[in-house]
């Protein structure tokens, strides 16, 4: 008895997302978002201030958002499928691009960048982890930084 009133609770809440989301998309997009959100972590280390730093997404079709800034991740949506690209600056220069191909536009990831710093060259240590994982490293060496 107490496991049919457990399916019907459940049955019943299944029900009322789909109405609501038949009723207005925008359910769906803030349930979608809420339910496998993106996050951006960037860790640096000592001598290196996560401040200076500003990660910015786009796709090949779209102008780049800022995701990441002044030390803390912006929350915004950023899901598309196919090709993603995301730039980090330091101190408005560009240091490194990473690229992410998506499969499905639901796909929420942690995005991770761990940077680091020796004389003139900054090392990025970047993964995406989800459903379509990547990991790369980079070493940015063309300009002197400060």
Request: proline share 3%; net charge positive; no cysteine.
């Amino acid at each position: 008895m107490k496991n049919n009133k457990i399916i019907l609770i459940i049955s019943g809440i299944a029900i009322f997302v789909l109405l609501a989301i038949s009723i207005n998309p925008v359910y769906f997009y803030w349930l979608r978002e809420k339910s496998n959100p993106n996050t951006v972590i960037v860790d640096v280390n000592s001598g290196l201030k996560v401040e200076d730093f500003t990660i910015k997404w786009r796709t090949g079709i779209d102008e780049p958002i800022t995701i990441f800034s002044n030390g803390s991740d912006h929350k915004k949506k950023f899901k598309e499928y196919g090709k993603n690209y995301f730039s980090v600056y330091f101190r408005d220069s560009l240091i490194a691009n990473f690229q992410q191909f998506k499969l499905n536009n639901w796909h929420g990831h942690k995005y991770k960048f761990e940077i680091s710093k020796t004389d003139n060259e900054f090392l990025i240590d970047w993964s995406a982890i989800g459903p379509d994982s990547v990991r790369t490293k980079k070493t940015s060496y063309n300009k002197t930084y400060k």
